[in-house]
Nanobody
């Protein structure tokens, strides 16, 4: 089993920054993909960014140039630096780890961006 715990959400004004962190524990294999997804009120959960064990990254178009995903394989952590936040970035951000055909989710952390 794998446990994921997110931290770093909060309330910020448009144009501001937040940094989210996720710590993974349990049976974690060397090759995996970690990522962040978000769910806005009334909408489906969507991919924000992913990063592989070898640090290849992928971003949804709407956050390119503003968000940066990174990871520390020695600590099994993944972070999301979010700059120039917009009201449409508001939502619950969930950490995800995918390995060997299984996906694991954290409970999420709320990010609210006021206009």
């Amino acid at each position: 089993q794998v446990q994921l715990v997110e931290s770093g959400g909060g309330l910020v004004q448009a144009g501001g920054s937040l940094r989210l962190s996720c710590a993974a524990s349990g049976s974690i294999f060397s090759f995996n993909v970690m990522g962040w997804f978000r769910q806005a009120p009334g909408k489906q959960r969507e991919l924000v960014a992913t990063i592989t064990s070898s640090s290849s990254t992928n971003y949804v178009d709407s956050v390119k140039g503003r968000f940066t995903i990174s990871r520390d394989n020695t600590k099994n952590t993944v972070s999301l630096q979010m700059n120039d936040l917009k009201p449409e970035d508001t939502g619950v951000y969930h950490c995800n780890l995918a390995q060997r055909g299984f996906g694991y989710w954290g409970k999420g952390t709320l990010v609210t961006v006021s206009s």
